[in-house]
C-alpha cells in the first residue's frame, strides 16, 4: 500500500511540473436501400392459328391484377373474362370500413370498367361474428351498380372489410355488368310499362296480380352476354293466397318501350328435401311416420290475453302482464315473434286456457299426436325458428331476420312437394306415396331459399345447394328427405357424395356439389377440431351466403371460405383451417388456390440486362410464409434459349443468397426463376406459377431505348381496314368510352392519350371486320437484336358471340411485304391493361425496315370487340464489351490503448487494379457494429484503373473498459455489389475503467495524445 501511495504522489508531481509548461506551448493535434420490384412479364409462345380454343365448360382463371394506390399480391378470380373475386393481400385501407372501400373504389372503378360514379353504397353487413367477444371479424360494404341513377338489375359489388387498425379491405365479390356504352337516356313519354304486363299476361294467362313496375337496366344475369337495355321489372301471381289453385309467381322483365318480355324467373321455387326433426314435433331426421314425436320448448312463440300480447323466450317462457285478480282466458296460437304458420287444411290450431292469476298456464299443441295437420303446424313452426336462430347464433346482423311473423304455409291440398316463393315458405299435405313436408330439413332447405336472397344472391344451383347445406349443418347429418317418400332408410339426396365440378345436370341435383364440398369439409374439421368442427363449419358457410352472387356454384365459393376463415389479411400463407377446406372443396375439383411455403425478396430490385461476360450478381432473400426456410437450398434457375439449368445460389447468412447469372450471348433474352425448400422438405418455386411464369432479362452491357411513344404526339403510325369492317377503326385520343362495352376508360400510362378502337361513346367495338394499327418503320440496321414492349387493353367477352375473336401482333423486316405472327391473344382475354414484349431475333432478321402491327377483329358472329395499345417502346442493347474494373483495398485500422469515448483517427486506399480504361464505382457497405463511425469519402464513380483514393475514418470508441473491438470494413463494387468486394481489418483496445483518481490524468492524455507515453504504459493507457 505504502509503495503505492508513493509511486501516485511522485507521479503526480511529475505531471503537475510538466503540465505548467506544457500550458504554455502549442497545443498538439491527434493523429487519429431496398428499390421496388420490377415488373416483368412472361413473353409467351406465339399461338400459329386463328382457330379459337373449344371447350364444352367456361374457363375459370386466378390472375395477378394491379391495385391502383397499392403494392399488395392481389388475385382475380375470373370466369370467362369477367372478375369475380379479388384476392390476396389486403389491398386497401382507411379509417373506417366505408373509408378503406371507398377509397379502392374511387381509385379501381375502372378494373371493372365502370366509372365511379355507377357504383353507388347500400349498406354496411357485419360479417363472422365471434359469440365470447361479441364483434365482427369482417364488414361488407355493399355497392350497387347504377347508370344515371337507374338500377342495374341484381348487380353489386361487396367489398370484404377486417375489423381491425386501419380497416384493411381484403376481398372483392364482384357481380357487376359491362353495360356496352349504354347511356341510359330517355323521354317519359316513350316509356310503356302497360306493355309489359300485357306481354306477362300473354304469356301466363292465369296471373290476376302485378306489383309496380320498376324502372331498371337489363344486362342479364350469371354469364349471360346480351346487350343492355331500358327494362320495367315487376311481379305477378295467380293469388294463390286466396284460394286453393296452385301457386303461380313470377318475376318479369320487359322492354320499357315495347314491352317484350326479357326474362322470366318462377318464383315459386319447389324443392323435395328432407332433414332432422327437433323440438315439440317429429324427431331426428326422418318424417313423422320415421320418427316419434315428443314436446319442445316453443321459442319466441305469441301468447296474448284479448289485445294484451307477449312472447316467450327461447325457452317457452313468458310473463302476461294482466291487471286485477279475476280469471283471465289466454290464448296461444302457432305464431310468434319472428314466424306464423298458416293452416292451409283449416283454421289454424289457437289453445284457450282460463286460469286464475298468477297462474302458471301451460300449453302444449299436438297434444294428442292424432292429426297430421296439427303436426304439421308444430313442425313447421319449430322447425323454421331452429333454422332462424341457428342462422342468428353465427351472425346476428344476418339481412331480414328482423321480419316479423315470416310466413310459413302448411297442409297445401297438394302433395309430393315444398316451395318458397320470396314471401313464404310452403309445405304439402301426406299423399301420392309421400310425407306430408313440413319436417326437419325440408323446412331446413326451404328457409335456406329465403336467407340466400335475403343475402342477395341469386337461386338456381346454388340456392337447392345452401338449401340441403342448411339440413347438414343444423342435423350433422349428410342425408336429406329421410322418409320423404315412405323409405326412413335412404335419403333423397346426400352431402355424402362425389359429383364433381361443373356441374350441368338439373339444379337439384347439381345443388349437391355444394352440399358435398360442405359435408366432407365437416368430416376433414370433425379429424382435426372434433370439439367444435360444426361451429367452424356453420360460421363459414351461413356467412359465405353474404358474399355469393347468382346462381352457379363454382370454385370462386371456395375463395369465399378462405378469405372468411382468414386471420391476417393474407390467404397466400394460409387460413386456420385451409387444410380442411382445400381438401373438402377439393374432392369436388373445386380447389383452393395454392399456398405460398416460402416467399422471396429482392432488395435490390430485379436486373434489366445481366452482363454477357457473367457474374452479375442478385441478393435474394427466401421468409418463411406457412413454412421455416431450409438454409443453402436456394436455387437459381436459368433459361437462355439452350434448355433449364439450375444454379445453386451462394448463401451468405442463412437464407439469403447471392444469384449469380451465367455468361451467356449478348441481346439473348433469358428467363428464370427460383427455388428453394422448406424444413418440411416443401419446394417453393418463385414466382408463383413457376415455370410457366417466370422473370426476364437480357444479356447486354447496356440498354437503350430508341422509340418511346405514348401516343401523346403523332409519331407517324397508320390505319389500315379490310373492306368488310363496319366501324371500329383505330384512332388516337383520350378514352371517352367510359369503360363500358368492354372498352379502356383511360389510357395505360397516365400520360392521357392511346390508341383505341373507334374512341366514341355508345356503341363502337370493332365489328364485321379487321382493322390494323401499324407502327412508323424502324430502323434497326445497326442492330443484332431489340425488344419491343407494349401494353395492350383487350376485351371480347360481350356481344352474341363472345369469347371467339382473336387479336394478333405481328412483326416484318421488309416495310410490309411480309408480315410474321409475333403473338395471338385470345379467344379467352384477360381484364384490364397487361404489359407485354419480344425479342425482334426470335422472328426476324434485323433491317431498317422494321415495323409492328396490331391487328383487332370481329369475325364470325357478331361480338364486341374493344382493343386499346398504349406504352409502344423499342430497346436495343450495347454489346460492346467494356473494360471490366476490378476492386481492391490496401491497410489496416489499429489503435491500442483508447479511452473510452476517445475519438481516434485512421485511413486506408481503395484502387481500381481492373482493366486498363475501365472506371469503378465503389461504396462502403458494413462497418463493424461497435462505436461511432465516419468516413471520407463514403463512395466514388469512375476511379480510373491503376488509381488508388485514400479514405480516412474516424471512430469514437465504445465507453466498455479493457475490451478488445474487432471487425472489418467493407467495400463493393458498386456495379456487383455482391460479387465484388474486399475488407479493411479493423482492432481497438480501450484500458481499465477509470477512477475518480484518474480524471486528471486522462484529461491530459486526450488533450496532449503524444505526451506521457510512459505515464500511459504505468496506468495500462
Not at 209 to 214: A, G, I, R
Not at 264 to 280: F, M, S, W
Not at 646 to 657: G, K, L, T
Not at 901 to 919: K, P, Q, R, Y
Amino acid at each position: 500500500m505504502k509503495i503505492f501511495f508513493y509511486k501516485k504522489f511522485l507521479v503526480l508531481g511529475i505531471i503537475i511540473l510538466l503540465s505548467v509548461a506544457a500550458f504554455g506551448a502549442s497545443n498538439v493535434p491527434g493523429t487519429s436501400e431496398r428499390i421496388e420490384i420490377e415488373q416483368t412479364h412472361e413473353i409467351i409462345k406465339s399461338k400459329k392459328s386463328y382457330m379459337p380454343i373449344s371447350t364444352d365448360y367456361p374457363i375459370e382463371k386466378n390472375l395477378n391484377v394491379e391495385i391502383s394506390g397499392s403494392k399488395a399480391h392481389v388475385s382475380a378470380y375470373t370466369h370467362d373474362g369477367q372478375i369475380k373475386r379479388l384476392y390476396g393481400e389486403a389491398f386497401s385501407y382507411g379509417e373506417s370500413p366505408f373509408k378503406s372501400a371507398n377509397a379502392f373504389i374511387q381509385a379501381n372503378a375502372n378494373l371493372f370498367g365502370l366509372e365511379v360514379s355507377d357504383l353507388e353504397y347500400q349498406n354496411f353487413q357485419p360479417i363472422m361474428y365471434n359469440r365470447e367477444t361479441g364483434e365482427y371479424k369482417f364488414t361488407g360494404v355493399n355497392f350497387a351498380q347504377y347508370k344515371n341513377n337507374i338500377p342495374v338489375f341484381r348487380s353489386r359489388l361487396i367489398l370484404l372489410v377486417k375489423n381491425e387498425e386501419n380497416y384493411p379491405l381484403v376481398y372483392a365479390s364482384v357481380d357487376l355488368k359491362n353495360l356496352n356504352g349504354f347511356l341510359a337516356d330517355f323521354y317519359q313519354q316513350e316509356l310503356n310499362p302497360q306493355d309489359g304486363i300485357n306481354n306477362a299476361l300473354s304469356m301466363k294467362p292465369s296471373l290476376i296480380d302485378f306489383t309496380q313496375p320498376e324502372l331498371v337496366i337489363w344486362a342479364g344475369l350469371d354469364n349471360m352476354i346480351i346487350q343492355p337495355k331500358l327494362a320495367y321489372n315487376f311481379i305477378g301471381d295467380n293469388g294463390y293466397k286466396n284460394g286453393d289453385s296452385s301457386p303461380q309467381k313470377y318475376l318479369f322483365v320487359a322492354d320499357a318501350y315495347n314491352g317484350e318480355i326479357l326474362y322470366v324467373e318462377n318464383l315459386i321455387i319447389n324443392v323435395d328435401i328432407t332433414g332432422n326433426v327437433q323440438g315439440k314435433a317429429t324427431q331426428d331426421k326422418g318424417a313423422d311416420f320415421c320418427e316419434d314425436e315428443l314436446a319442445e320448448y316453443l321459442m319466441w312463440a305469441r301468447v296474448n290475453i284479448g289485445d294484451t300480447v307477449t312472447y316467450a323466450d327461447e325457452n317457452g317462457n313468458f310473463t302476461i302482464p294482466n291487471e286485477g285478480s279475476s280469471p283471465v282466458t289466454v290464448q296461444s296460437g302457432l305464431r310468434g315473434k319472428w314466424i306464423r304458420v298458416f293452416n292451409q287444411a283449416g283454421s289454424d290450431t289457437i289453445l284457450s286456457q282460463t286460469v286464475t292469476p298468477p297462474g302458471p298456464v301451460n300449453f302444449m299443441h299436438n297434444d294428442l299426436n292424432n292429426d297430421e295437420y296439427k303436426r304439421a303446424e308444430v313442425n313447421g313452426y319449430f322447425q323454421a325458428n331452429i333454422v332462424r336462430d341457428f342462422t342468428i347464433k353465427y351472425n346476428p346482423d344476418y339481412p331480414g331476420l328482423d321480419q316479423n311473423e315470416f310466413p310459413v304455409n302448411v297442409n297445401i291440398n297438394d302433395y309430393c312437394n315444398a316451395y318458397y316463393d320470396y314471401e313464404s315458405i310452403n309445405f304439402f299435405r301426406e299423399g301420392g306415396g309421400c310425407a306430408n313436408s313440413a319436417f326437419s330439413t325440408v323446412i331446413h332447405h326451404e328457409y335456406g331459399h329465403h336467407l340466400v336472397a335475403l343475402a342477395g344472391s341469386g337461386q338456381g344451383q346454388y340456392g337447392e345447394g345452401m338449401g340441403d347445406v342448411m339440413g347438414i349443418l343444423i342435423t350433422d347429418n349428410p342425408g336429406l328427405a329421410y322418409g320423404f317418400y315412405g323409405d326412413c332408410d335412404t335419403p333423397m339426396r346426400s352431402g355424402d357424395n362425389d359429383l364433381q365440378y361443373p356441374c350441368a345436370g338439373e339444379i337439384h341435383y347439381c345443388g349437391q356439389l355444394l352440399s358435398g364440398c360442405v359435408w366432407d369439409t365437416r368430416n376433414e374439421l370433425n379429424i382435426t377440431n372434433p370439439e367444435n368442427y360444426t361451429d367452424i363449419i356453420s360460421n363459414l358457410a351461413i356467412n359465405a351466403m353474404l358474399l355469393h352472387s347468382g346462381t352457379m356454384i363454382d370454385p370462386s365459393i371456395t375463395i369465399d371460405y378462405l378469405v372468411l376463415d382468414d386471420d391476417n389479411g393474407n390467404i397466400y400463407d394460409g387460413t386456420p383451417h385451409y387444410q380442411e377446406i382445400a381438401a373438402g372443396f377439393g374432392a369436388h375439383n373445386m380447389d383452393a388456390p395454392p399456398l405460398a411455403y416460402l416467399g422471396f425478396e429482392f432488395p435490390d430490385g430485379l436486373p434489366e440486362i445481366i452482363r454477357p461476360c457473367g457474374g452479375t450478381s442478385l441478393r435474394v432473400v427466401v421468409y418463411n410464409i406457412t413454412e421455416h426456410p431450409e438454409p443453402d437450398t436456394g436455387m437459381l434457375y436459368f433459361n437462355d434459349g439452350s434448355g433449364w439449368d439450375e444454379i445453386p445460389m451462394i448463401e451468405v447468412d442463412p437464407n439469403i443468397y447471392d444469384a449469380v447469372f451465367p455468361a451467356g450471348e449478348c441481346e439473348t433474352q433469358a428467363l428464370y426463376y427460383f427455388s428453394a425448400e422448406s424444413k418440411n422438405g416443401s419446394i417453393q418455386l418463385w414466382p408463383m406459377g413457376a415455370p410457366d411464369k417466370t422473370y426476364t432479362t437480357v444479356f447486354s452491357y447496356g440498354v437503350e431505348k430508341i422509340m418511346l411513344d405514348d401516343f401523346e404526339t403523332d409519331q407517324g403510325w397508320t390505319v389500315e381496314n379490310d373492306p368488310y369492317l363496319t366501324a371500329g377503326a383505330w384512332e388516337r385520343g383520350i378514352p371517352i368510352g367510359g369503360g363500358l362495352r368492354g372498352d379502356p376508360p383511360t389510357d395505360y400510362d397516365g400520360s392521357g392519350k392511346c390508341y383505341i378502337t373507334e374512341n366514341v361513346e355508345g356503341n363502337s367495338d370493332v365489328d364485321d371486320g379487321i382493322t390494323w394499327l401499324i407502327s412508323p418503320t424502324i430502323d434497326l440496321g445497326e442492330y443484332n437484336n431489340a425488344y419491343i414492349e407494349y401494353a395492350l387493353w383487350y376485351t371480347n367477352n360481350y356481344g352474341n358471340d363472345p369469347n371467339n375473336d382473336i387479336f394478333n401482333v405481328h412483326i416484318t423486316n421488309d416495310n410490309g411485304a411480309n408480315w410474321i405472327l409475333v403473338k395471338s391473344f385470345g379467344p379467352i382475354s384477360e381484364p384490364g391493361w397487361n404489359k407485354y414484349g419480344f425479342m425482334t431475333s426470335d422472328f426476324i432478321t434485323s433491317s431498317d425496315q422494321i415495323k409492328v402491327r396490331f391487328e383487332a377483329s370481329d369475325l364470325d358472329e357478331g361480338s364486341v370487340v374493344e382493343a386499346g395499345i398504349d406504352a409502344f417502346s423499342v430497346s436495343v442493347f450495347n454489346c460492346t464489351p467494356q473494360c471490366i474494373p476490378s476492386l481492391q483495398c490496401d491497410g489496416t485500422l489499429r489503435w491500442e490503448a483508447v479511452p473510452q469515448g476517445a475519438t481516434v483517427t485512421g485511413e486506408f486506399e481503395i484502387g481500381n487494379v481492373g482493366e486498363e480504361g475501365s472506371l469503378l464505382n465503389w461504396k462502403i457497405a458494413e462497418v463493424p457494429d461497435w462505436g461511432t463511425w465516419t468516413y471520407s469519402p463514403s463512395s466514388g464513380t469512375d476511379l480510373e484503373s491503376g488509381s488508388w483514393i485514400t479514405i480516412n475514418v474516424e471512430v469514437v470508441a465504445p465507453e466498455n473498459p479493457n475490451k478488445i473491438f474487432t471487425g472489418t470494413i467493407k467495400v463493393v463494387n458498386s456495379e456487383i455489389p455482391y460479387s465484388e468486394f474486399c475488407e479493411i481489418e479493423v482492432y481497438l483496445k480501450t484500458p481499465r475503467s477509470r477512477t475518480s483518481f484518474n480524471f486528471l490524468y486522462l484529461w491530459l492524455f486526450e488533450r496532449f495524445p503524444n505526451a506521457f507515453q510512459i505515464l500511459r504504459q504505468l496506468f495500462y493507457l
